[in-house]
């Protein structure tokens, strides 16, 4: 009788251990259908728009099946960490980054051998320098900051002086904006450029610098900062100045903190975007392009999220949608 239950022990034993071999092995099956996703960002903390472009690559990339985690270098200016971040992904054998270059040439040799490990990569925001990544998804900076050019040609009726807070030396996105605004702020007006310094995409920063400038050209009509992030510093330099209501502000961005210092009366205008849709549309198309639903030689290099000009007559319809 012992025997015959010992025997009978073997094979519930043994059924159990095959049992259990064939849930690990659907385990590691599933996990191999599953894209692994690193969203790589600048800081989720002082910068709303890195923040809910980060959420939003990270949840639809979830939602579309995918393992999801956001990394963050930690600053405006963290371009080390970045590539440390980038590496130390290689070696986790991610599937998929998709990241906000900080320095669009110090991740150049991290990408390359991203690439050569197979790892698919979509910059988001900024754009890296080289031909590693699949596709960039932004706002076309130059144009949009060109809309917010105009806007201040037509409120200066053409002519007067300028200051521009430009973000931190080696940004894309920073460039393309301080370069969209003067060059075409100064086309066909006489409107002059008397100052244009970088504020590192940090209040502290633009408060200072703008302060400087402002030492120097006391008597400027309107100052464009390249970023929300950046014009609470600015005003705070108008202010200390003594220039409130004389100095007219445009920003960049539309966050529901720059669009309601529009309704306060503190910037005439801020050409906005849309951190969620680009980072929704970045995580779609890696993981499109690891799934094979995608071919990405189709794929343009640049995709443009859209772009929207507010001021005080469209402040509340905008402040619906705002991040």
Same mark, same amino acid.
């Given at each position: $009788?012992?025997? *015959?239950?010992?025997?009978?022990?073997?094979?519930?034993?043994?059924?159990? /251990?095959?049992?259990?071999?064939?849930?690990? +092995?659907?385990?590691?099956?599933?996990?191999?259908?599953?894209?692994?996703?690193?969203?790589?960002?600048?800081?989720?903390?002082?910068?709303?728009?890195?923040?809910?472009?980060?959420?939003?690559?990270?949840?639809?990339?979830?939602?579309?099946?995918?393992?999801?985690?956001?990394?963050?270098?930690?600053?405006?200016?963290?371009?080390?960490? $970045?590539?440390?971040?980038?590496?130390?992904?290689?070696?986790?054998?991610?599937?998929?980054?998709?990241?906000?270059?900080?320095?669009?040439?110090?991740?150049?040799?991290?990408?390359?051998?991203?690439?050569?490990?197979?790892?698919?990569?979509?910059?988001?925001?900024?754009?890296?320098?080289?031909?590693?990544?699949?596709?960039?998804?932004?706002?076309?900076?130059?144009?949009?900051?060109?809309?917010?050019?105009?806007?201040?040609?037509?409120?200066?009726? +053409?002519?007067?002086?300028?200051?521009?807070?430009? +973000?931190?030396?080696?940004?894309?996105?920073?460039?393309?904006?301080?370069?969209?605004?003067?060059?075409?702020?100064?086309?066909?007006?006489?409107?002059?450029?008397?100052?244009?310094?970088?504020?590192?995409?940090?209040?502290?920063?633009? $408060?200072?610098?703008?302060?400087? $400038?402002?030492?120097?050209?006391?008597?400027?009509?309107?100052?464009?900062?390249?970023?929300?992030?950046? /014009?609470?510093?600015?005003?705070?330099?108008?202010?200390?100045?003594?220039?409130?209501?004389?100095?007219?502000?445009?920003?960049?961005?539309?966050?529901?903190?720059?669009?309601?210092?529009?309704?306060?009366?503190?910037?005439?205008?801020?050409?906005?975007?849309?951190?969620?849709?680009?980072?929704?549309?970045?995580?779609?198309?890696?993981?499109?392009?690891?799934?094979?639903?995608?071919?990405?030689?189709?794929?343009?290099?640049?995709?443009?999220?859209?772009? *929207?000009?507010?001021?005080?007559?469209?402040?509340?319809?905008?402040?619906?949608?705002?991040?």
């Amino acid at each position: $009788m012992f025997r *015959k239950n010992s025997s009978m022990l073997h094979v519930v034993a043994l059924g159990l /251990v095959v049992l259990f071999a064939l849930w690990v +092995g659907q385990q590691q099956a599933a996990a191999a259908d599953k894209p692994r996703v690193a969203v790589v960002v600048k800081t989720l903390t002082g910068d709303v728009f890195q923040l809910k472009m980060a959420e939003a690559a990270r949840d639809k990339a979830i939602a579309l099946g995918a393992d999801a985690e956001i990394y963050q270098a930690g600053g405006q200016t963290a371009v080390q960490k $970045m590539v440390s971040i980038v590496e130390d992904l290689i070696t986790k054998q991610v599937d998929i980054i998709l990241i906000s270059p900080l320095d669009s040439k110090a991740v150049v040799p991290v990408f390359k051998q991203a690439k050569e490990e197979g790892i698919i990569i979509v910059c988001m925001d900024q754009v890296a320098e080289g031909d590693d990544w699949v596709t960039f998804i932004s706002t076309d900076n130059y144009k949009a900051a060109a809309i917010g050019a105009e806007y201040a040609k037509k409120v200066l009726n +053409g002519a007067g002086k300028i200051l521009v807070v430009e +973000g931190a030396p080696g940004s894309s996105v920073g460039d393309q904006r301080r370069d969209g605004f003067k060059e075409t702020v100064v086309k066909d007006s006489q409107i002059e450029i008397v100052g244009s310094q970088s504020g590192f995409w940090q209040n502290d920063k633009a $408060m200072e610098v703008t302060e400087n $400038m402002l030492q120097a050209h006391p008597d400027v009509d309107l100052i464009f900062s390249c970023s929300d992030v950046m /014009v609470g510093g600015i005003l705070e330099a108008i202010k200390l100045a003594e220039k409130e209501g004389q100095i007219k502000v445009i920003s960049f961005d539309g966050s529901k903190f720059g669009i309601n210092l529009i309704k306060e009366g503190k910037l005439i205008a801020d050409v906005s975007q849309f951190p969620i849709k680009i980072g929704e549309q970045a995580a779609e198309t890696g993981i499109g392009v690891w799934n094979k639903t995608i071919d990405p030689a189709t794929l343009p290099k640049f995709i443009d999220s859209g772009t *929207k000009l507010i001021t005080a007559e469209n402040a509340d319809e905008a402040l619906k949608d705002a991040f």
